[in-house]
């Protein structure tokens, strides 16, 4: 049973990249909603356009004939390596594209399950890349607690958090028409950057 469980764990992807492409290779695989199920944590939520629990949305989903592909292009990664935010490029078979950003968390037996999926369609896609960027979050100095203020105001649904070794932090809010906003922001060592910023102006396709 011991090497068993060694096998398996050396098998699950080792990083968020890596997870990302299992997940896609899985809609291929086995089915587009079958695969986002198994991907996804019991809190996970999608826009669908409104904030909703991604796996009481998907119960059920019978998965359509041929699923939707993608890739990562982007991965930013909190210090401890344990949380991850990856951005990239999605194409449908009808030949629609779109970008995607999903927030990655590594599982107490390292394996890996997103959290937080949305994207939007694009009039061009996004490049393809053999190997996605990767930045990890500086770890030679502590990063501030964030004093998020972006959630007053009149939204329909906002959250605001950071990982745990607080190098990594996300926000998004959602009107009451479906649009919204997500942003991430990574410590590299004086101050928080935003390296992504996506904003998705009525509700998605």
């Not at 909703?52 to 909190?78: F, G, M």
């Not at 501030?144 to 203020?149: K, L, N, T, Y």
């Amino acid at each position: 049973m011991i090497l068993l469980a060694l096998a398996l764990q050396a098998a699950a992807p080792q990083t968020a990249v890596e997870a990302e492409r299992a997940f896609d290779r899985a809609a291929s695989e086995r089915g587009q909603w079958t695969a986002f199920r198994e991907f996804a944590a019991n809190d996970a939520v999608m826009f669908v356009p409104q904030q909703t629990n991604a796996q009481v949305w998907l119960k059920d989903r019978r998965d359509p004939p041929r699923p939707v592909r993608w890739q990562p292009i982007e991965s930013y990664v909190s210090c401890d390596g344990n949380v991850a935010v990856n951005t990239g490029g999605w194409a449908r078979p009808d030949g629609s594209v779109g970008y995607f950003t999903t927030l990655w968390f590594r599982q107490s037996n390292g394996a890996w399950k997103w959290t937080m999926d949305h994207g939007d369609v694009l009039a061009k896609p996004r490049p393809t890349v053999q190997q996605p960027k990767v930045r990890r979050a500086t770890c030679s100095t502590k990063p501030p607690e964030i004093a998020f203020d972006t959630c007053r105001g009149r939204w329909n649904r906002c959250r605001a958090e950071q990982s745990r070794d607080r190098s990594l932090a996300w926000h998004w809010r959602v009107e009451t028409n479906g649009a919204r906003h997500f942003d991430a922001r990574i410590w590299n060592g004086r101050t928080f950057e935003t390296v992504i910023e996506d904003n998705v102006t009525a509700a998605p396709q």
